[in-house]
T-cell receptor
Framework: GAGVSQSPSNKVTEKGKDVELRCDPISGHTALYWYRQSLGQGLEFLIYFQGNSAPDKSGLPSDRFSAERTGGSVSTLTIQRTQQEDSAVYLC??????????????FGNGTRLTVT | SQQGEEDPQALSIQEGENATMNCSYKTSINNLQWYRQNSGRGLVHLILIRSNEREKHSGRLRVTLDTSKKSSSLLITASRAADTASYFCATDLYGNKLVFGAGTILRVKS
């Protein structure tokens, strides 16, 4: 079946603008994660969804970042008033196991965000 | 701070040689996972090893886990040019999320 899909694949925006990043997880996967990867770095955890609720949003860097998930499926990550330090690849992953990191994550190819 | 740290940061070997990457972590875990990332792509899951396991194999991959030393190693035998990628270890933190290390960049020269 289809894997995790993220859109857009690339986004260039001006500093101060808002952006929305979308993630379509694998059908039936209840757990959804957002990570951020800066150039040449590892992955920074942002937020985790179980169904439509977010039990752990501890990784969101500031109140300019928010995320929601509707219908237990699609998730959007919104960054308001973007700053240059927000430039990174934003990765989404889903998992079929509820409330646990004890199973493999399936990643999308990410959205490369560039703030000019 | 990151839960997992990979070592070395970069590794360059000839095709056919074995590649060993190490991961150290700080707190107790339920499982440890290894992922591969090709340039410009998302991460692909390789192996999951649980805290009560010491060794696991998958094809040319061998993963060991030493919970007393809080470390794991990933061995790729008979490497191929296609194995060129970044490799990350990830550990579960409080069971809810995976925390990734900074990765090892592996280059296999043909």
């Amino acid at each position: 079946g289809a894997g995790v899909s993220q859109s857009p694949s690339n986004k260039v925006t001006e500093k101060g603008k808002d952006v929305e990043l979308r993630c379509d997880p694998i059908s039936g996967h209840t757990a959804l994660y957002w990570y951020r990867q800066s150039l040449g770095q590892g992955l920074e955890f942002l937020i985790y969804f179980q169904g439509n609720s977010a039990p752990d949003k501890s990784g969101l860097p500031s109140d300019r970042f928010s995320a929601e998930r509707t219908g237990g499926s699609v998730s959007t990550l919104t960054i308001q008033r973007t700053q240059q330090e927000d430039s990174a690849v934003y990765l989404c992953a889903s998992s079929s196991v509820q409330g646990s990191a004890n199973s493999p994550l399936h990643f999308g190819n990410g959205t490369r965000l560039t703030v000019t | 701070s990151q839960q997992g740290e990979e070592d070395p940061q970069a590794l360059s070997i000839q095709e056919g040689e074995n590649a060993t990457m190490n991961c150290s972590y700080k707190t107790s875990i339920n499982n440890l996972q290894w992922y591969r990332q090709n340039s410009g792509r998302g991460l692909v899951h390789l192996i999951l090893i649980r805290s009560n396991e010491r060794e696991k194999h998958s094809g040319r991959l061998r993963v060991t886990l030493d919970t007393s030393k809080k470390s794991s190693s990933l061995l790729i035998t008979a490497s191929r040019a296609a194995d060129t990628a970044s490799y990350f270890c990830a550990t579960d933190l409080y069971g809810n999320k995976l925390v990734f290390g900074a990765g090892t960049i592996l280059r296999v020269k043909s």
